[in-house]
T-cell receptor, first 114, second 114 residues
Framework: AQSVTQLDSQVPVFEEAPVELRCNYS??????LFWYVQYPNQGLQLLLK??????LVKGINGFEAEFNKSQTSFHLRKPSVHISDTAEYFC????????????FGKGTRLSVIA | ETGVTQSPTHLIKTRGQQVTLRCSSQSGHNTVSWYQQALGQGPQFIFQYYREEENGRGNFPPRFSGLQFPNYSSELNVNALELDDSALYLCASSLAGTAQGEQYFGPGTRLTVT
């Protein structure tokens, strides 16, 4: 079984400042890792994913994340945030078996302040 | 290419009633997964359907049931509604056999049980 811990429930940050949203996971098997974004009253949109290969993954909207196997972490970063980045961000994992469900963290609310 | 759609958008039901939520998968996708997102929480896996058969289930009671149709659309049925069933219900479609993570989410159905 897998589990995901998002260490911060809320992160306020000023516009154009850098941000890091932290995610740690637990699993007895190798996993795939994902970050999703949820804007108010909308579904989930995939930001980026780590399947294999390079541990630094680049996604949409200028976000990137680094997979650290020894620390079982997959932190999300952006060097300069915009007001439009205000949303809920979810880290998720799934096992490497085909068609397995996603296990999500509780989410981090990113609030960008003008 | 048509994305994942869900209906209705919002729904209000009374405790003890039954509800049916609908999902149309993205064109070409043959797998549908349903998730429940309670307020302030991350989505939790309910079940998955592949080729019209249930292909995995989370920790939800039998009063949560589903169907997948030959066109890969799906329904989620909940009987004997309880107040705790109030949540956003998300449907995600994917294509079995592709790299894990290619789950595309719909906008969700907001269910309120009074």
């Amino acid at each position: 079984a897998q589990s995901v811990t998002q260490l911060d429930s809320q992160v306020p940050v000023f516009e154009e400042a850098p941000v890091e949203l932290r995610c740690n996971y637990s699993s007895s098997v190798s996993v795939y890792l994902f970050w999703y974004v949820q804007y108010p009253n909308q579904g989930l949109q995939l930001l980026l994913k780590y399947l294999s290969g390079s541990t630094l993954v680049k996604g949409i909207n200028g976000f990137e994340a680094e997979f650290n196997k020894s620390q079982t972490s997959f932190h999300l970063r952006k060097p300069s945030v915009h007001i439009s980045d205000t949303a809920e961000y979810f880290c998720a994992v799934s096992s490497l078996s085909g068609n397995t469900p996603l296990v999500f963290g509780k989410g981090t609310r990113l609030s960008v302040i003008a | 290419e048509t994305g994942v759609t869900q209906s209705p958008t919002h729904l209000i039901k009374t405790r003890g009633q039954q509800v049916t939520l609908r999902c149309s998968s993205q064109s070409g996708h043959n797998t549908v997964s349903w998730y429940q997102q309670a307020l302030g929480q991350g989505p939790q896996f309910i079940f998955q359907y592949y080729r019209e058969e249930e292909n995995g289930r989370g920790n939800f009671p039998p009063r949560f049931s589903g169907l997948q149709f030959p066109n890969y659309s799906s329904e989620l049925n909940v009987n004997a509604l309880e107040l705790d069933d109030s949540a956003l219900y998300l449907c995600a479609s994917s294509l079995a056999g592709t790299a894990q993570g290619e789950q595309y989410f719909g906008p969700g159905t907001r269910l309120t049980v009074t």
